[in-house]
């Protein structure tokens, strides 16, 4: 079974630029999350997509950011324009139940390491 | 606001010792609490999830507690090894207002083992 996979690994961009970030999460999960990690903070929740529906954009930043699923199988998170504070690595989750359980855990994909210059 | 903290920051052991770390959290009301593993580079390994009715759970070499009513939850390594090397994460997975499931993570414990 392939696991959640991101893209780009890097990415390297200029204040004020646009980046798109790719997650592709396991087959036949349902559920997809993006949470971010900035330097010297915790990983925090940004949103929560049930199939290609918003379930929960709470931890979205500001209007800054875009995250579409369209068809309900990849999600894309858009940042556009990029700031400084934008720097950081942006990890993509599925899962097949809402809630994550012993036998149905959230598995993570390697996460994309944004830098913002 | 639920808040998850992790102590220590960085633990640095030799091979063979058994080690704890310690997560704790400010409010009482979650769904249930896991614990993930981290190396350099790399996304997050789930290890033990325990659910909010449980008080531990265990997988090889690896036993985590839960006291939810003091906002605990400890992992238990032993007989460390070198390959034990990572960060570990603690979560607490809440039900936000929309029904969705979040995790609530601490800033983690950098494990090395030296052999």
């Known amino acids: 079974e392939a696991g959640v996979t991101q893209f780009p690994s890097h990415s390297v961009i200029e204040k004020g630029q646009t980046v798109t970030l790719r997650c592709d999460p396991i087959s036949g999960h349902d559920n997809l999350y993006w949470y971010r990690r900035v330097m010297g903070k915790e990983i925090k929740f940004l949103l929560h997509f049930v199939k290609e529906s918003k379930q929960d954009e709470s931890g979205m930043p500001n209007n800054r950011f875009l995250a579409e699923r369209t068809g309900g199988t990849y999600s894309t998170l858009k940042v556009q324009p990029a700031e400084l504070e934008d720097s950081g690595v942006y990890f993509c989750?599925?899962?097949?139940?809402?809630?994550?359980?012993?036998?149905?855990?959230?598995?993570f994909g390697n996460g994309t390491r944004l830098t913002v210059t | 606001k639920q808040e998850v903290t992790q102590i220590p920051a960085a633990l640095s052991v030799p091979e063979g010792e058994n080690l704890v770390l310690n997560c704790s959290f400010t409010?009482?009301?979650?769904?249930?609490l896991q614990w993930f593993r981290q190396d350099p580079g790399k996304g997050l390994t789930s290890l033990l999830l325990i659910q909010s009715s449980q008080r531990e759970q265990t997988s090889g070499r690896l036993n985590a507690s839960l006291d939810k009513s003091s906002g605990r939850s400890t992992l238990y390594i032993a007989a460390s090894q070198p390959g034990d090397s990572a960060t570990y994460l603690c979560a607490v997975t809440t039900i936000t207002q929309g029904g969705s499931e979040k995790l609530v993570f601490g800033k983690g414990t950098k494990l090395t083992v030296n052999p």
């Open positions: 989750a599925s899962s097949f139940r809402t809630v994550p359980t012993y036998n149905s855990p959230l598995h």
């Open positions: 409010d009482s009301a979650i769904y249930n």
